[in-house]
């Protein structure tokens, strides 16, 4: 806590050696925060790629300090995992709030963690009341809209492309769009294809989650199981193919980009986030989220306590109290892992 009692909140801006463009929180969101009593610092620079210079956040109540002050904030955002070097630089048992699926958390910076006592907490990884993953769903609707921004200007004349449009127009075919997998990130991408008059096809392995799209998107969208010869016939016929995750393990087949249309535009979610393109989108809506999150941390005093009365904000922990709680990264990393329930039980 801050010396007035405050909580004292900083956000980081993002590594200037990386494409990573996205941040958590508008100057409006700042204002509302601070109007609330809390103490919130924004590093130099944060909102250059949202177009909102320090002066925007300065109005609105927030303090603009250099990285090594916002480092020593009780509560410490930022887009990205931290690397091992800044989180030395963090006040011990301070909390770090990020979005575990803009970057892979190394195991330098989770024994650095562990070192420092830091409590690190994923909000892609946690759910809202509603057992909603309400910071993921956010950000893979945004990636999903903006991929078919991404094919648009690739087929356009601007973009290199042959110069079409996804839509059809009176006596001319519509573009084709496959897109393989289910989930948020496939689902708005698949509404912003038919919205924009394009074919729009979703293939999977599993029936229940293709009855799904069908509900998400409606009777216009084509949904077909995953077979050889009808996954042949779909990209050979694509103009857009679109790679997301499927219900049951799928590695599209190498031997199919052989028969790829030349001018196809290809993107895989699990290796390309569109959202970097529109960066202040995705702040304004993930904004909407923090307000409220930050809320609930006021109202009972600190992350601490909010923490030990919300199941789905747990979900989202990797460290917690000098320990590894997320048994995905334990796995990954080769380090043992705890159960923080058991934890917080103990400590209640």
């Known amino acids: 806590m801050s010396d007035a009692g405050r909580l004292d909140i900083a956000m980081l801006a993002n590594y200037g050696d990386t494409d990573e463009t996205r941040v958590l929180l508008t100057p409006e969101a700042c204002g509302l925060i601070t109007s609330s009593g809390m103490k919130l610092a924004v590093e130099t620079g944060a909102g250059i790629d949202i177009s909102f210079g320090d002066e925007a956040y300065a109005d609105y109540g927030a303090q603009i300090v250099d990285r090594e002050v916002a480092l020593k904030a009780d509560i410490v955002l930022s887009f990205t995992p931290l690397r091992a070097e800044d989180i030395r630089r963090m006040k011990p048992g301070a909390t770090l709030l990020c979005i575990m699926a803009s970057g892979l958390i190394d195991k330098e910076s989770i024994n650095t963690l562990l070192e420092m006592g830091i409590t690190m907490g994923c909000l892609d990884n946690m759910y809202s009341h509603n057992s909603t993953p309400i910071f993921a769903d956010i950000i893979d609707e945004i990636d999903g809209r903006a991929a078919i921004m991404y094919a648009q200007e690739h087929l ?170 997320d048994k995905l990264v334990g796995s990954y990393t080769g380090l043992p892992s705890a159960d923080i329930s058991v934890m917080l039980a103990a400590r209640n």
């Open 156 to 325: 356009s004349f601007l973009g290199g492309g042959k110069g079409v449009l996804l839509a059809s127009v009176a006596g001319i075919n519509p573009c084709e769009v496959l897109i393989i997998g289910d989930g948020v990130d496939v689902y708005s991408a698949a509404n912003a294809a038919l919205s924009m008059g394009a074919q729009v096809t979703v293939v999977n392995n599993d029936v229940s989650m293709l009855a799904v799209a069908r509900r998400e998107c409606g009777a216009q969208v084509q949904t077909i199981m995953i077979h050889p010869r009808v996954l042949y016939n779909k990209v050979k016929s694509a103009d857009v193919i679109l790679l997301g995750t499927t219900t049951r393990p799928f590695e599209f087949p190498k031997n199919l980009t052989a028969v790829m249309k030349e001018s196809a535009y290809v993107l895989d979610f699990k290796e390309s986030r569109p959202s970097v393109s529109v960066p202040r989108t995705v702040a304004m809506a993930l904004s909407n989220v923090m307000v409220s999150f930050i809320d609930e941390i006021r109202l009972k005093d600190n992350f601490e306590r909010m923490l030990a009365t919300n199941e789905g904000v747990q979900q989202g922990i990797v460290t917690y109290g000098g320990k590894l709680v």
